[in-house]
């Protein structure tokens, strides 16, 4: 049976414990004077006992699940027929993947007797797991059941226990934040430590030279001076910069002009408006900057009789710049609104112009919010993904002109990870440890910003 | 005060009023460079991508010959299917233009119908003995450099080395222009179809449902985890230490980039839990993930908007907790917790970085039938067509953009709708 048939079956088992449940509560109340003497209503017995059903039964199901392949491939590759005995680890591992590929009815090339004997082996494993899941999980909501069942009587606090149980339910959802962190945390880390144990971490943190290309050669060692990520560093600064110099003055305008000069219609027309620049995906922004923004800057430089690449760093940064203009505009807005109005009235009355006020008490006053958002902002810039891939180029190159294509370390990230790998060479791990910088720099960033924006908001309330 | 003095502050007034002006000019400035940004983004995209929705056809006199079909006395079904239909088109344009006698010139007649025109040879047949022998006008699919050629995407003044489409096809091309034999039609096949090599024959249907699939599981999973998170920091959470902790991490993981999310999926579900590769399914757990913070958050707006007299009420009549929060604020919180998601749902359909990593970027000409099969999305389909030169894709990734965008602006007015329909103000 298929986890999914699995989980409709356990599903409809426990509505029928609703309803058993339900009805004994009726049963029970009946000679010692009908429902009003029940602790709670009848149908908090009914869920009661259904939760006795559902929650074991989806626990087998779950921890099964994720063990079963695990536990297949190992009684697999112990019982591999003779022939493959000698093998290492990764031709057996292969040999496995085939195995599995010809039970499941897909082609393999001239399956050896072997190989045709283990799939046969594995199908039968995977027949009798299965089997073995259903009638376990089954077994185990039907048993729970009937013991929910049987202890239901007038005074069970049948609504306390069920809401003990839901509150149960809800702390775990809200803790899956702390897991999902958790689960970032050590899949980089794990990764990372592998491929710092083959490179050495200060040949990636200061190494200027990057070309992982290489190291898949078998005859060279991954620490030839191939993982330097210098340049990357270098190129996501150089975008992520070029993008803060469009998207802060601008952003930071924008909220200025809103807030304090623009009428309630011209507000309330060009803020969601400007927040449509925030709701593009940004494939569409990569597309735009690999096609048109990128020619466009190309040939604008054979006219300036400058030397511009067509995907260079300018292109790829001032999209991305337009893009978090809503980002920055939207977080200066809150703070500026924010500033108290007995601020500006005092400036005004001693004679100050609006501008006046604006440069020398607003600002001022909301200075540490907007350092925060702008924070928020280059955090966001150097995550950014789609447009660096689409419209920076791939040459790892140490430079400072904007007007060369350089590469970032999103962008490396996904040409490493995309297509065919194998998972234990150092260029896929190296990803692994581009990602573990990439957390820690925005963690770092993103919890300054948190915590500048959080102590600011305090200072009025 | 002197004259002289009331001089010197009056045109010190004066600077300071034009400085006034200008400031406020920069203002009214950067509010129009995001406009005028915006403008220009969607007129790039439109321009580029609106020819998409029209396809070329042209017009052949197809004679269903047996022979060249290779189909002799009762052919069996897969007789039928793996006939030489290709050999009829072929044989249809040689007819249209005999003038064409060298096999090098023939090779390149061929290349005016696109190569899934011996599909709609073989629909129009259906398999029907009785069809033998008789011609019949068919409306094939054209080529994509025809198509570009029609659509003027082609500059015809280039010499014959720089263009895509030599002098010899235009020449054909003029002729059966002049004939009436092509067509512009309605791109149903764009609707209609997957992923695929050539552009005339590629459609976004698949990618299309591979969102859908997707956000299905996205939706499931995150909709019931969010609420019931919300829910708990909101109504039932002690202030203590694990409650900060909760916080400061949901917090976080809104700010953490995306392709974050992905190397997690790459790492945890693929990896790790033996989940398919390019599946739907594991695209909507790690969007799941990526989207709760959003959920989250403003599951919370909507719980606090909801007044502390309700609670109260509902209290005071003798619920408990659960009960007053389940029957009397959840329900009223509703609307703000749907407006919410939905926006989050738009968040994760345009999303594409984090599915590279678990390898949605897979070339998927089939389309996908469950949330298991190897499928892939809206924005990824957008990427991959980006990086292909020819002019087909160009115009089909800005259409396919087109799409996307629709979908998006659907959405987001569904949640507008949402908040000013239901949204009650206390």
Redesign the interface.
Same mark, same amino acid.
């Given at each position: 049976m298929q986890a999914s048939t699995l989980f409709v079956t356990i599903v409809i088992l426990s509505v029928f414990g609703y309803y058993f449940g339900y009805k004994r509560a009726h049963d029970v109340a009946k000679p010692v004077g009908g429902v009003k003497s029940l602790h709670s209503l009848p149908s908090y017995y009914g869920s009661w006992t259904a939760l006795w059903c559902a929650i074991p039964a989806l626990l087998v199901l779950a921890v099964w699940t994720?063990f079963q *392949? $695990?536990i297949i491939d190992g009684l697999l590759m112990q019982n591999l027929p003779a022939e493959f005995a000698h093998m290492g680890a990764d031709e057996r591992s292969m040999v496995v993947n085939n195995v599995k590929t010809l039970a499941e009815g897909g082609m393999v090339i001239s399956p050896s007797e072997g190989v045709k004997a283990a799939a046969e082996d594995y199908k039968r494993y995977s027949s009798i797991s299965a089997l073995a899941m259903a009638a376990l999980a089954l077994s185990a909501g039907l048993a729970f059941l009937a013991v929910a069942w049987r202890r239901i009587r007038p005074e069970l606090r049948a609504?306390n226990r069920v809401?003990k149980i839901?509150?149960f339910?809800?702390?775990s959802?809200?803790?899956? $934040?702390?897991l999902?962190?958790v *689960?970032?945390v050590f899949?980089?880390l %794990?990764?990372s430590v592998q491929f710092f144990n083959r490179v050495s971490i200060f040949e990636f943190m200061f190494g200027t030279h990057w070309s992982p290309q290489i190291a898949i050669r078998a005859d060279q060692v991954g620490a030839s001076g191939a993982f330097g990520a210098v340049p990357l560093f270098v190129g996501t600064m150089l975008i992520s910069v070029i993008a803060l110099l469009v998207a802060v003055?601008? *952003?930071l305008?924008?909220a200025?002009?809103?807030s304090? +000069?623009?009428d309630k219609r011209f507000r309330s027309m $060009?803020k969601p408006?400007?927040e449509?620049?925030a709701?593009?995906?940004?494939?569409? +922004?990569? %597309? %735009?900057a690999?096609?048109?923004v990128g020619p466009f800057l190309r040939d604008m430089g054979v006219v300036f009789g400058l030397d511009v690449s067509a995907q260079s760093a300018l292109a790829a940064g001032l999209v991305m710049g337009?893009m978090i203009?809503?980002f920055v505009?939207s977080l200066s807005d809150d703070v500026i609104s924010a500033v108290p109005q007995s601020l500006r009235d005092g400036s005004y009355g001693l004679g100050a112009?609006?501008?006046?006020t604006?440069?020398q008490v607003v600002l001022p006053a909301a200075l540490p919010g907007i350092v925060g958002g702008v924070l928020?902002a280059a955090?966001?810039a150097?995550?950014?993904?789609?447009i660096v891939?689409?419209a920076a180029g791939l040459t790892a190159r140490l430079t400072a002109n904007p007007l060369e294509d350089v590469t970032t370390v999103?962008a490396q990230?996904?040409t490493l990870?995309?297509g065919d790998q194998e998972?234990d060479s150092p260029k896929t791990l190296a990803?692994?440890a581009l990602?573990l910088m990439?957390?820690v720099t925005?963690?770092i960033l993103?919890?300054v910003a948190?915590r500048v924006v959080r102590k600011y908001r305090e200072q009025y309330d | 005060m002197t004259k002289q003095s009331m001089s010197k502050v009056e045109a010190h007034l004066a600077r300071r009023y034009a400085r006034e002006k200008r400031f406020r000019f920069y203002g009214l400035l950067s509010v129009f460079v995001g406009f005028a940004f915006l403008v220009v983004l969607f007129t790039s995209i439109i321009s580029k991508g609106y020819t998409a929705f029209q396809q070329t056809y042209i017009q052949l006199d197809v004679t269903y010959d047996a022979d060249i079909l290779g189909l002799y006395d009762n052919p069996t079904e897969s007789d039928w299917l793996y006939a030489n239909y290709d050999g009829l088109i072929k044989a249809a344009l040689r007819e249209r233009f005999p003038e064409v006698t060298s096999r090098s010139e023939k090779r390149e007649l061929y290349k005016l119908v696109s190569s899934g025109a011996k599909f709609s040879v073989r629909d129009s047949l259906d398999n029907n003995e009785e069809l033998l022998g008789t011609t019949a006008t068919l409306w094939v699919l054209a080529d994509d450099d025809l198509d570009s050629v029609l659509k003027g995407h082609i500059d015809r003044t280039l010499p014959e080395a720089d263009r895509r489409v030599k002098d010899q096809h235009l020449v054909w091309i003029d002729s059966l222009v002049e004939n009436g034999e092509v067509e512009k039609r309605f791109n149903t096949v764009f609707f209609t179809h997957s992923a695929s090599a050539e552009p005339e024959q590629a459609g976004v249907w698949g990618a299309i449902k591979g969102s859908f699939f997707t956000l299905i599981v996205t939706l499931v999973l995150s909709f019931p985890v969010g609420v019931a998170a919300a829910v708990y920091l909101e109504e039932f959470a002690p202030q203590n230490r694990w409650t900060d902790l909760i916080e400061v991490n949901i917090n976080n993981l809104a700010a953490v980039p995306s392709i974050v999310f992905g190397l997690l999926g790459l790492a945890v579900f693929l990896n790790f839990m033996g989940l398919p590769r390019s599946a739907p399914l594991v695209g909507g757990l790690v969007l799941t993930l990526m989207t709760l913070p959003t959920i989250i958050i403003s599951s919370r707006a909507a719980l606090k908007a909801v007044p502390p007299s309700i609670r109260e009420a509902a209290l005071g009549m003798g619920a408990s907790r659960m009960q007053t929060i389940f029957h009397h604020v959840l329900p009223l919180a509703m609307p703000g917790m749907l407006t919410g998601t939905i926006i989050g749902m738009a968040q994760a359909l345009g999303e594409s970085a984090p599915l590279l990593m678990i390898g949605m970027v897979a070339f998927v000409a089939e389309v996908p039938q469950g949330i298991t099969d190897p499928a892939t999305v809206l924005p990824v389909q957008i990427f991959q067509w980006a990086d292909l030169p020819e002019r087909g894709f160009v115009e089909r990734t800005s259409a396919a953009i087109m799409v996307l965008l629709a979908f998006l602006i659907a959405m987001n007015a569904f949640a507008v709708y949402l908040r000013k329909r239901f949204e009650r103000r206390w």
């Open positions: 994720m *392949g $695990a609504r809401e839901i509150l339910l809800l702390v959802c809200a803790s899956l $934040a702390i999902t962190t *689960g970032i899949s980089v %794990f990764e003055p601008t *952003g305008m924008s200025i002009y809103l304090e +000069y623009a $060009a408006t400007l449509i620049l709701g593009v995906p940004t494939v569409v +922004y990569g %597309f %735009f690999a096609l048109t337009v203009i809503p505009s112009t609006r501008s006046e604006i440069k928020l955090s966001r150097i995550g950014e993904t789609m891939v689409m999103t990230i996904v990870l995309v998972f990803a692994f990602g990439l957390f925005t963690l993103n919890v948190l | -």
